[in-house]
């Protein structure tokens, strides 16, 4: 019997991916089984876990730093949510009080923490603003907390946390109602100390021999990088003028700033420029405000969410306004059917939709939508995630366009990020904007920024390479006997309407999905697959999962009513070389035991 190659992948159930990653986005769990396991909340799984999915598991940084704030501040038997400001976490705790109405307001209260001192306040952390609001609340409704913490996607985040909690062991960071002003000597963590303008014009990373100088305004040096935390707000300017599509060069920082516009990649909509792009803490972040703010200019009313989407969008806009008229199929029976609800009289607020849609990748046909959407006034909202703007130009059909920028945007499986663009030539948008400069805070955790604007420097590139890998994994799966379908926009019934989105040198993305005649064939197929196995998509490395199993485990018949198996195997497909990543596909198929 011939030897087996060992595995390269194989990293122990709850360890984060990438491994030792003290901000990961993703978490091994390596097997069918562990998969189950975690969903079922079983023991053996659970104790393992180093980390999770962020807005799935409250990272371990961030529930020490609640724990420690509920044992000085709150009373027995308390807990605290964390977010990074008084207005995100007021809806929260409004949240609470209007899910669990047995809770009056002095049982869900807030507490600000800010900087020590008004000197600290002022100009010390003039850059990073380092704050938190604690929402405390009876430990028993912990879950209702922790829904909104999930679909809001407005929890603080876990570098946040890390140096808030640095400040509050050191007693620096207190109630807003304990500050004075009188300045403290330590004034926090070393690292952070020295004052530095945030419009800093020199290199942007440590000369040879920065060892010796004071290293205090470089926040991290993990991977190598060192970060300038001064550069903070030029950081995000980069990535808004990376999603406008006008900076696609693979430079340095300062090197980006002076460039002139990449005309060919800027979004394809007159007027169009970084101006109308807003940074957000996650992409259902995004999502949950972009709906917000659209229920603020109109009357109380539903929305449609069509074709099969991330979970958390339909659960956003069944619990945070007035429901939701689900398309599930994403069909033109379905539009046709919206049509005669339109002509008799009913109307909505928006209609969210994913192209392609996750995990079935079919695309929605955004020109007919956009053609009902003029004629009976509501809103379109496209989520670009999977497609990304390099692929596909969605923005002439949309009001506003969403992405999570913890994927491919970033690729390195440790920052999260989303964003939100209105497109200045939709009739709406002039309603839009005074809603958005009206309510919009800028909620980004300055060291996610600048790690983000690292990350995805070369995202250009990256985004062919997946693009490549994914059509060569996709060959070898179509070709497999065993193989029931395999979903990706190149090969599904709405080629047609991704291809009017499709930009000139775009591809078909860096995620499919394959479905199996048997359980036993999907499980086999996967515990043999020697790719890393954990949630989130996007990342710089294949990353497999039962997504269905992940994502919908307690509705699973419910999933399945829209054309969603169970035993479905989701892939994003990563930066390896493409032979050898074909060649671990094959190896799995190939063990899939004979029936």
């Known amino acids: 019997m011939p030897h087996s190659t060992p595995p390269e992948n194989d990293v122990e159930v709850g360890e984060s991916l990438p491994p030792q990653t003290a901000h990961a986005v993703s978490v091994s769990l390596p097997t069918w089984r562990a998969n189950v396991g975690y969903e079922e909340g079983e023991e053996w ?61 002095e049982q869900v209260r807030i507490v600000d923490l800010v900087p020590a001192s008004e000197q600290e306040r002022s100009a010390e952390f003039s850059v990073i603003s380092p704050r938190v609001s604690a929402v ?22 876990s570098r946040r946390a890390e140096y808030c909690q640095s400040l509050f062991s050191k007693g620096l960071l207190v ?31 440590l000369p040879n021999g920065a060892e010796n100088q004071d290293s205090a305004q470089f926040v991290e040096q993990r991977f190598g990088r060192n970060l300038d935390i001064s550069q903070a707000k030029n950081a995000k300017l980069a990535i808004r003028r990376r999603i406008a599509g006008s900076l696609t060069a693979n430079v340095g920082l300062i090197e980006a700033l002076s460039l002139e516009k990449d005309a060919e990649r800027t979004r394809d909509v007159p ?50 306004g007035p429901g939701a008229h689900f398309c599930g199929f994403g069909s033109q029976e379905e539009l046709d059917d919206l049509e005669k609800r339109l002509e008799g009289g009913e109307r909505f607020l928006a209609l969210f939709t994913e192209f392609p849609g996750n995990p079935l990748l079919r695309s929605p046909d955004l020109e007919r939508i956009r053609h009902l959407a003029d004629k009976y006034d509501f809103y379109v909202v496209v989520d670009e995630t999977i497609g990304n703007f390099i692929n596909v130009n969605v923005l002439p059909y949309a009001d506003a366009v ?11 499986s440790n920052v999260m990020g989303g964003s939100l663009v209105l497109n200045p030539n939709s009739k709406n948008y002039n309603v839009l904007k005074r809603a958005w400069d009206e309510d919009y805070e800028d909620n980004h955790w300055a060291e996610d920024s600048i790690f983000l604007e690292r990350n995805s420097r070369d995202f250009v590139s990256r985004i062919e390479r997946t693009n ?7 060959e070898v799966l179509r070709a497999h006997p065993r193989v029931k379908k395999v979903y990706y926009p190149k090969y599904s019934d709405t080629r047609p309407y991704y291809e009017r989105c499709r930009n000139a040198n775009g591809g078909y993305g860096g995620l499919l999905s394959a479905t199996f005649y048997t359980k036993q064939d ?24 039962p997504y269905v199993i992940l994502a919908h ?28 990543l074909v060649g671990t596909f094959q190896r799995a198929l190939n063990a899939i035991t004979p029936s």
């Open 45 to 105: 799984v659970l104790s393992k876990m180093k980390t999770g999915y962020p807005r799935f598991f409250v990272h371990k940084i961030i529930q020490q730093l609640a724990a420690d704030i509920a044992a000085k501040y709150g009373q027995k038997n308390e807990q605290a949510m964390l977010f990074p400001t008084p207005t995100t976490a007021g809806r929260c705790r409004d949240f609470i009080l209007r899910t669990a109405s047995e809770l009056n307001s």
């Open 522 to 545: 999907a499980t086999d197929f996967f515990d043999n697959l020697d790719t890393v196995k954990g949630p989130s998509l996007g990342t710089n490395f294949t990353l497999s999962s």
């Open 136 to 157: 405390l609340f009876p430990g028993t409704h912990f879950k209702v907390a922790k829904s909104f913490w999930q679909h809001s996607g407005d929890g603080v985040s």
């Open 175 to 205: 109630d807003s109602k304990e500050t004075c002003t009188t300045p403290k000597m330590c004034k926090g963590p070393r690292r952070y100390r020295q004052k530095t303008s945030i419009d800093l014009t020199g290199s942007d990373t």
């Open 402 to 412: 969403v992405s999570s920028l913890t994927k491919v945007f970033s690729g390195d």
């Open 271 to 320: 007027g169009f420029s970084e101006e109308d792009v807003y940074l957000y803490p996650c992409g259902m972040s995004a999502i949950f405000n972009g709906h917000r703010n659209m229920m603020s200019t109109k009357a109380p009313l539903k929305s449609i969410v069509y074709g099969f989407p991330y979970i958390d969008t339909l659960k956003i806009v069944e619990k945070f």
């Open 468 to 474: 490549a890998n994914a059509e060569a994994i996709c």
């Open 553 to 580: 485990y307690g509705e699973l018949d419910w999933a399945a009513s829209w054309g969603v198996e169970a035993d479905l195997v989701r892939f994003s497909v990563g930066l390896e070389e493409t032979s050898k």
